[in-house]
């Protein structure tokens, strides 16, 4: 067999069935008990589940009433440390400082973080997480509001009077973030978002992305969608003072990307070597949930009807390279500030 299987069995009562769509869920117990004082988190099941999909297995359990419960996973053989990379920070997008004193619920969001491509840090208490955030960099912090040493609400206003973090991307994450989101202006302290758990992971990380995006530390990123080696050196050199450029050639890589990566501008040809360029723009309205910046440079010209979606559609033997720098520009500035121009369509 390719495949490590380990089982452990137990004689007890079993798994009640109206709850064992839930055996795995996160945050579950937590999010209905005071867990400091219970003794236990529930959390133990979804850790467990988390490791062995990062290195590549599955879980499951069989269970039947007054005659016990099995559980077991599956391991691939000889399968790479999956966490290998991010230890040695050789491939981490954006680096997060995650502030909670509870050992499991810290351990789960490092998981779930690291799944989608982040490096963590973790603080477990208030005085901790303020040393960190002073001598190190984040691109952006999660934060419980109840701490062994302070309220996490006293942290943040804390944090915010530093210059050194000031505008960091701060997440509430706490059993109490309606309360806090209703005890103190959320504006006024900078909090992107206040989550109560169960975490809703996907939403948690595109959050993230989003303010680190939006931060003025943000290096602006654009995604070049463009099959044609000359066309991608021209605009890489064209707007190098501008933004980092990811050049990428199919419409495949490109969905790639989008699902793993946060983009300012996408730079779209419309004529990919595995299919229409233009259906990348509702598949990363749909994978994102939000707009991303489009601007089709191509060689033929888009449909009337398709304009409205993109920023711009120029023309490749129509648009010099400076109005090309000076669209691309514009449209990056036009996110930032958070307005949307008018579609354009450039053919002179």
Known sequence: SDHYLVEVSDHGSGIPEEFKSKIFGKFSQADSS??????????????????????????????????????????????????????????????????????????????????????????????????????????AMTLDLDLPDKSGLQLLQELRSRAECCDLPIIVVSANAHQGELEVNGELLGVVDWHNKPIDQARLSVELKLAI???????????????????????????????????????????????????????????????????????????LNHETPVIVFSASELSSEKLEDVRAALVKSKTSNEQLAARIRKAIHSRNANTLPPSTSTST
Request: aromatic fraction near 6%; proline fraction near 4%; include cysteine.
């Open 213 to 287: 995006t939006n931060s003025s530390h943000h290096t602006n990123r654009i995604l070049h969608v463009e099959d044609d080696p000359d066309i991608r050196d021209v605009v890489a050199a064209i707007i190098s003072n501008l933004a980092e450029v990811t050049p990428v050639e199919t419409l495949s890589r490109a969905k790639e990307r989008v699902r793993s990566e946060l983009y300012d501008l996408i730079i779209l040809d419309l004529s990919l070597p595995d299919g229409a360029g233009e259906d990348l723009i509702p598949f990363t309205k749909e994978t």
């Open 34 to 139: 005071d867990t400091r004082k219970a003794g236990g988190t529930g959390l133990g099941l979804s850790i467990a589940k988390a490791i062995v999909e990062k290195h590549g297995g599955e879980i499951d359990f069989t269970s039947s009433p007054n005659h016990g419960t099995c559980f077991f996973f599956h391991l691939p053989h000889h399968k790479p440390h999956p966490l290998s990379e991010q230890e040695n920070g050789d491939d981490c997008q954006f680096r997060i400082l995650i502030c909670e004193d509870n050992r499991d619920i810290s351990k789960l969001l490092e998981l779930m973080l690291q799944q989608d491509g982040f490096c963590t840090d973790t603080a477990f208490t208030a005085a901790e997480a303020e040393q960190k955030v002073i001598s190190e960099h984040y691109d």
